[in-house]
RNA sequence: GCUGGAGUAACUCAGUUGGUAGAGUACAUCACUCGUAAUGAUGAAGUCGAGAGUUCAAAUCUCUUCUCCAGCUCCA
């Protein structure tokens, strides 16, 4: 016998070997039903599991992180069987469950259409019907590979190389005729799925390297209720009505054209997101000691060969002739601020320098990226150079981590955080790497953010700390990001003078804040969805005049407001009100005064909110003075 | 760039097996002069993304190309 403890510490005694299921069944159908995978002592294990000694055990539902991942995991598999079912010499790739829902990658040959989807799930809906018990054994390395060779697996093949030479336990899992190499958890049967939904079909590289072939990906969501899919599916199409892209073209924001793709236009609406958000950068910026510079955009090869873009980021720029000679369109501002630097003597007494730059870059991105504002080929870093001393670094690097909390919380937006490491194409030496490195990690741990490391993903100069924030559909977007370089101050031989009379190299920090004004601009539509905070709103407050006859006292009201610098439009149209209001509704514009003959008689406006409806008649000076609170504070509604 | 899907009026979309185009919104004009999310009538608006081919005839079939969408890879 065995004693299993469960949770609120009850103790039940089993005999040895009694599976997981069977424990759950013994406490009650309930949680039978909703099991998907379980905790034994603390560690991930399937509802098929054979306890042996003593343990800790907890049951884990879909309401469980883990639970969730194992229930759309196990749908994965049953997707993959639908899909052996239909096709013929499929060979599988892997399967596994995302933050939302699953994918499975097949190399099918033919491509798979939205068409087979619906066909895909029919079968699946047979085999969750024929609730097939999803049986777990392992096999020997010799047995494992001749398995998936005599089946003509070749990706299972190497995945099982893969696990040999890591020397992990070779697991399988067997639900009918359907058999796949698998190490994770699964639920008890294929009955246990109740609904699910493919969603996409899409290729994806082998391994996610674009050398490899290109395999079949479909993307699906399944839950315990329909409810829950319903619900996930309404979600979704929420999502995508907040889509900046949309919201882009409705609010007239920009407009990108054939004409340059990538490269945005900005309308009259988006100029004044643009600019406001430029003014309160400026003035910040300038409160925490920054200065700052514009540099050229166009530039001589002789400057970007030593800088290294030449070498490591040609692919990415523009180039372009003048005389003769070759010149490139700046893809960053660092060069031009390194040319900025050496145009003077620094002392030691002056550092740090914060040097900031609104600076206009064009790159040449892939056309396949593309993506609305989020990723076009030309955009505006809010960029800065901070030159300093050694002893200097981790205290700047804190007060740009301050700064991007600050400026974030004032959009209240969440972001996480990644260290992003050295990549293969880049320039030092390990020993500068490692350096660099170890005083970003640092500077993170002293401040307790936490943050997770991007192997491999640093600027080819230097690692980095990148802020990420979420679009609508959860997608990640870097926006801040503080990158370290000692390639730079070395490569353009930038110097201070220190305390002791000699020459001294500086150290230097990039960093960004909004990222590029373009994506912030993106993202902050689809976080408000389009209903923009009061001071930023392109049109604040909206003058209503109930017929003709009140059109010049609307004219008179807009007039006083924009001479206090509020951003009035008047709607002269003849329409009845509720037309009006529902056009200026749709615009999302913050305040709408309705004037008309009882506004008139008591010399007062009555305010509508875009937020909360009617709220009454007031006087004219009253409503300015919430209006001008409500822009100082930058309050969110 | 790769894989798949899609391009019809300013926007959202119909358009049967090939017979050269429609709806709603928006826009314009007229009437109504109106009280918190859509007043009515009329009108103008499209080389059917571009180019080539097949055909008596192409929005529709074939090829090429451009752009967009989803994902991959890449990135602020």
Known sequence: ???????????????????????????????????????????????????????????????????????????????????????????????????????????????????????????????????????????????????????????????????????????????????????????????????????????????????????QRIYGISFPKKQMLDEYLERIEEAKKRDHRKLGRELELYGIFDEGPGFPFFFANGMVLRNTLEEFWRKKHKEAGYVEIKTPIILNKDLWLRSGHWDHYKNNMYTTKIDEEDYAIKPMNCPGGMLVYKSKMHSYRDLPERVAELGLVHRHELSGVLHGLMRVRCFTQDDAHIFMTENQVESEIANVMKL??????????????????RPENSMGTDEQWEKATEALQNALVANNREYTINEGDGAFYGPKIDFHLEDSLKRTWQCGTIQLDFQLPERFDLTYIGEDGLKHRPIMLHRVIFGSIERFIGILTEHFAGAFPLWLSPVQVIVLPISEAFSQEAEKIQLSLKKLNIRADLDTKIEIIGYKIRNAQIKKIPYMLIVGQKELDTNTVSVRSRADGDLGSMNLDDFIALVEKEIATKEIK
């Open 404 to 421: 991007i909390d600050y400026f974030y919380s004032i959009f209240g937006f969440k972001y996480s955080i990644e260290l992003s490491t």
């Open 1 to 215: 016998m065995i004693n299993i403890t469960l949770k609120n510490n009850v103790v039940k005694q089993f005999n040895k070997g009694v599976k997981v299921f069977e424990v759950a069944k013994s406490i009650g159908p309930g949680l039978y039903n909703d099991m998907c995978a379980a905790k034994m002592d603390g560690k991930l294990v399937d509802v098929q599991t054979e306890l042996q000694n003593d343990c800790r055990l907890e049951i884990l539902t879909f309401a469980d992180k883990a639970g969730q991942q194992t229930y759309w995991h196990t749908t994965s598999h049953i997707m993959a069987q639908a899909v052996c079912r239909l096709f013929k010499d499929v060979k599988l790739a892997i399967g596994p469950a995302i933050d939302e829902g699953f994918y499975y990658d097949f190399d099918i040959g033919s491509p798979i259409t939205p068409q087979d989807l619906v066909k895909i799930e029919e079968e699946m809906q047979k085999i969750v019907k024929e609730d097939l018990q999803i049986e777990r054994y392992s096999l020997t390395p010799e047995e494992a590979i001749r398995f998936m060779r005599e089946r003509n697996q070749p990706y299972k093949v190497e995945l099982i190389e893969d696990l040999i030479s890591k020397g992990a336990t070779l697991t399988f899992r067997q639900q009918g005729e359907f058999v796949d190499l698998c190490g994770g958890t699964h639920l008890l049967s294929t009955g246990r799925v109740k609904n699910f939904k493919l969603l996409s079909c899409t290729g994806a590289y082998w391994r996610g390297d674009s050398k490899k072939p290109m395999l």
